[in-house]
Each structure stands twice: as structure tokens, then as C-alpha cells.
């Protein structure tokens, strides 16, 4: 403003004092008249030189004044765009939804927020690279804006989480089930990039805003962001290219799940977590042969609870290995003193299976304790071999040369097929339950079993059946030839010290521990084996 002040004023002065004395100078300078006075004439001139420079400061200002505007632009851009997308990003998403939600208030129309996530984003960027990565960000991106409406938003709100939010009429849901499934399939489409083919699978949880629920009142962006967060999860946990609707109970769910994270953080460190044994029994002679490990938390809160509630939770945290590597401890300690003629069998996470540690980390324990490999027997599950089978034949021959015996669990419900069985050494197998409860039905239960055992014994594998609750099941097994079983007709699993007494009961524990079970009386022992 003060340099177009100062040029304006050089024009008005130029125009009264110049209007008089520039053709008396001109003339002058031609030779053509007297010169006029020399103050007024160097007056004129630096009028003239203020008009230049008032001119030119104006113009210089008013073009820092456009690249500081251009400037403010790109960074505010910068600020509330995503660079990578071009999306709104997690500071601009929330708000923009909101004055969306607002704007429609008092009409027949809602928003549904989606929130969006890419299955397994993590894997495609380990095995594509982040170039490949990026790709398929900014396609997923495209894709999603392309299948929403005109007057949609999309946020991105981390690093392969997106936001969505469009109107709708609140009695015409079925026009968000329309764009949902329309971005499911766009962004299902292969991505390809430098002669690399990705496919991509999202889940989305959705929430309207209109409050159908009595228990639902009317929410903001960010509680419905939260809610369909909340849906996304349930459905992430159901597969893969899934979509959900907020439930409020889905909320409830989620509370509880958090609370059992805590209580499992807790836990750990504080002994909260038990080996408990099942027996196991040679069906032909009915003698007790040894004892399968299972977890159980005793939670001050909720009790005894069962492993196939927490132990899902433990592998998602990635604290599975540290709760097995306790259990694994005590039930060493606790089968110290158990007759040299009983197994232990525990079972291995596949998360596990993953750490190639895992197998020194097994024989430390071993070591730690003095139990004898020659009678631990790791079970693992047929999921495992389909993870990563290089790693687990080389953990599996680890364990084995060092005298450890190696079970394949719940055969017959995974995917092994007859190469992996021989070419891993596996020492004996289990069927599974399901399979075992159904002999004496109508269904295909019974050849199922027969067939497996037959396998087994063309492989020179010993079998073992699990989930063995009634004579009659066990009668159809006995027919089948030398097995080993367990379950609930044998007794239910039991802690430690119910284990200890069974064995005393038995006489199969060693003599150190007939001491302290019969009052420290060597005698008594003695009498009790003469009896």
C-alpha cells in the first residue's frame, strides 16, 4: 500500500509540475529555446525517478504477494491432503465429514461412514516392495473415490486405512450396501505395476448417523468413525472382502476383547496361567501312557478360562510365545517326578513356528529343568505347513536330533498332503475330535478314522485319538488296532496337584516323591509296591 501510495503521488506531482516544464526541456535539450529554472527541472526528474521506483516496488510486491498466496494454498494442501493419495487426510477427514453431517441435519438424509482396511498390507509391501506398495495405495484410492458418489469423502486416516463418508436417504440403506459392494469388487481387480500382479482384499465396517438403535443416539464424525472401526474389525475377523454394519453389541465385544488383552498383559507376569493334563491312554491294555499339556487362566475376574478364548488373543498381541515358553516351564517341573515310563505332550502355536529361535529356546528350557527329550512330544497343527515349510522342516529336525518327538495334530482338518508326511519326520499322528465324536453316526466319520489309521500304518506312524467321551466310541476304536486315546470318558483335564495324586494313587511317580507323598516312609512305598 505505501509503494502504489508513493507512485500515486508521483503521478499527481509529474502531472502538475511535468505538464509545464517538459516541453520548455525538450526544447532546450533541441536547442530550440532557454532552459528552464535548474531546481524545477531537477525536480521533474527525480518525480520521474520516484514514478519508476514506486511503479516498480508496487509490481514486485504484488508479485511476493501471489507466490505467498500460492504458497499458503500448497501448504494448507499440504496440511489437510495426503501426499501420496491426494485423499483428505486423518486432520481434515473428520471435520469435513462433520460439516457434512451437520448440513444434513433436519432432512431426510444421513451420512454412512465406512471405514476401510487392506488385508494383509503389510505382506504385499514385504514381498512387493514399497514401490509396489505405493502403487497399490494410490489404486486403492482411485478406485474407492471412483465408486463413491459426487458428493462423497474420502479421508486416508493411516497408513492403509481409509475413510469414507456419503448421504443417503435414512430409509434407503440398501443404497450404501450398493457402494459397498461396488468398492469391494473395483478394488478386488488385479493391480499391476513393472510386471508385478497384486490383488488386494479390503474389509469395511460401516455406521450411519441417524441413530436407528435406541441404544444408538445420533453421533458425530468421529464417534461414527469410531463405530465403523469397531464394524471393520468384526468383519476383518470373518474373512477377507467383508462388510459389516455397526451393531451396538459389536461394541460390547470389543470392550470385552480389550479387557482381556489387559488381563492377559497382566497375567503372565503374575502366574495367572496354569499347565493343566489330560491323560492319555493305550486303548489295548488300558494303561496310562502319558499326559497332554493345556493351558487354562485362573483370572481373578473371570475364573477358570477355557485356552480357546485367550489364546487367539495371545497370538494376535504376539505374547504367545512368552505365555507357551511359562507353561512350557511348569509342566517340565511338574513331570519331573512323573514315572520315566509317562510322555508329555504340548502343543505349539504356529506364531511359534515362525521364530527361528524357537527350537533353542525349547532345548533351554529342557536343559533348565533336566526333563528328558525322549519323553516331550511337540504337537503342531497340519495350518502350520502350509506357512512357511522350510522353516518348519528345519526347526522339526532340530527338535528331533535332539531326541524330541514331533506329533502332527488334528490331522484330517487341515490341508497336508502325503509328500509333507514323508518328507517331514513326524512320529506319530492325532485325529481330530470332530472326526473321533462321529464314529458312531450315520456319517462319514467312520471311514474318515479307518482311513487315517490305515495311512498311519502304511507310514509307520502310531495314531492317537482325541475327544474319546463314551464306551461306545471307544469300543469302534479298539476294533481298529493299537491306538493310543483321550478325552473326557478318561477324566476331564487336571491341575497339577489333582495330577500328582492320580499318579500317587497309581504308584507312577518316582521315589523321591512316594517319600513325600506317603509322609516321607520308605517303607510304605516298599509295602504298596509288595501289594
Not at 486 to 491: D, R
Amino acid at each position: 500500500m505505501i509503494a502504489l501510495g508513493i507512485a500515486i503521488a508521483a503521478v499527481i506531482l509529474f502531472v502538475g509540475t511535468g505538464g509545464t516544464l517538459m516541453p520548455q526541456i525538450v526544447r532546450a535539450w533541441f536547442g530550440g529555446g532557454d532552459a528552464p529554472n535548474l531546481l524545477l527541472t531537477n525536480a521533474v526528474l527525480l518525480n520521474i525517478a520516484l514514478l519508476i521506483f514506486g511503479w516498480r516496488r508496487y509490481k514486485d510486491l504484488h508479485t511476493e504477494v501471489e507466490v505467498r498466496r500460492v504458497a499458503e494454498k500448497r501448504a494448507r494442501e499440504l496440511a489437510e491432503r495426503d501426499p501420496l493419495t491426494g485423499c483428505l487426510n486423518r486432520r481434515s477427514g473428520p471435520p469435513a465429514m462433520e460439516r457434512l453431517r451437520s448440513m444434513l441435519e433436519g432432512t431426510h438424509r444421513e451420512i454412512a461412514v465406512m471405514m476401510i482396511d487392506l488385508d494383509n498390507f503389510k505382506q504385499i509391501n514385504d514381498l512387493n516392495g514399497h514401490q509396489m506398495g505405493d502403487r497399490v495405495l494410490t489404486t486403492v484410492a482411485r478406485r474407492i473415490r471412483d465408486a463413491l458418489p459426487e458428493d462423497g469423502l474420502l479421508a486416508r486416516i493411516g497408513g492403509d486405512e481409509f475413510a469414507c463418508a456419503v448421504p443417503f436417504d435414512y430409509n434407503a440403506r440398501e443404497e450404501v450396501d450398493d457402494i459397498v459392494t461396488a468398492i469391494i469388487r473395483s478394488v478386488s481387480a488385479p493391480i499391476e505395476s513393472n510386471q508385478m500382479t497384486v490383488e488386494a482384499t479390503i474389509s469395511i465396517g460401516v455406521a450411519q448417523s441417524g441413530g436407528n438403535f435406541a441404544v444408538q443416539p445420533e453421533a458425530d464424525a468421529d464417534a461414527l468413525i469410531h463405530r465403523a472401526d469397531i464394524a471393520m474389525y468384526h468383519a476383518k475377523k470373518r474373512g477377507r472382502n467383508r462388510y459389516y454394519w455397526f451393531e451396538p453389541q459389536m461394541e460390547d465385544e470389543l470392550r470385552f476383547r480389550n479387557e482381556l488383552e489387559a488381563g492377559i498383559r497382566r497375567g503372565i507376569p503374575a502366574g495367572e496361567f496354569v499347565p493343566y493334563y489330560e491323560q492319555q491312554i493305550d486303548l489295548e491294555t488300558g494303561k496310562l501312557s502319558g499326559f497332554e499339556m493345556l493351558a487354562r487362566w485362573k483370572s481373578p475376574r473371570y475364573g477358570v478360562v477355557s485356552p480357546e478364548i485367550f489364546i487367539p488373543i495371545a497370538e494376535e498381541i504376539d505374547l504367545i510365545g512368552e505365555l507357551s515358553e511359562q507353561l512350557i516351564r511348569q509342566a517340565l517341573e511338574d513331570a519331573k517326578d512323573w514315572d520315566p515310563s509317562l510322555t508329555l505332550s504340548v502343543n505349539i502355536s504356529p506364531v511359534q513356528l515362525r521364530d527361528p529361535w524357537f527350537a533353542q529356546k525349547l532345548l533351554h528350557l529342557l536343559v533348565e529343568s533336566g526333563f528328558p527329550p525322549a519323553r516331550l512330544e511337540i504337537e503342531i497343527t497340519e495350518s502350520c505347513l502350509h506357512e512357511n515349510i522350510g522353516a518348519v522342516r528345519s526347526i522339526v529336525s532340530s527338535l528331533k536330533n535332539q531326541g524330541i518327538r514331533i506329533s502332527l495334530d488334528d490331522f484330517g482338518t487341515g490341508y497336508s498332503s502325503l509328500s509333507q508326511l514323508r518328507s517331514l519326520p513326524f512320529d506319530r499322528l492325532k485325529i481330530d475330535r470332530s472326526f473321533v465324536s462321529e464314529l458312531t453316526g450315520e456319517g462319514e466319520g467312520k471311514a474318515l478314522v479307518e482311513a487315517i489309521v490305515s495311512l498311519g500304518k502304511g507310514l509307520a506312524l502310531p495314531v492317537t485319538a482325541e475327544g474319546i467321551e463314551n464306551s461306545d466310541v471307544l469300543g469302534q476304536l479298539k476294533g481298529m488296532g493299537e491306538l493310543k486315546g483321550q478325552g473326557y470318558l478318561y477324566g476331564k483335564p487336571e491341575d497339577a496337584d489333582a495330577t500328582r495324586n492320580r499318579l500317587a494313587a497309581l504308584g507312577m511317580l518316582t521315589q523321591a516323591q512316594h517319600v513325600a507323598s506317603e509322609g516321607g516312609s520308605v517303607a510304605a512305598i516298599e509295602q504298596r509296591k509288595a501289594g
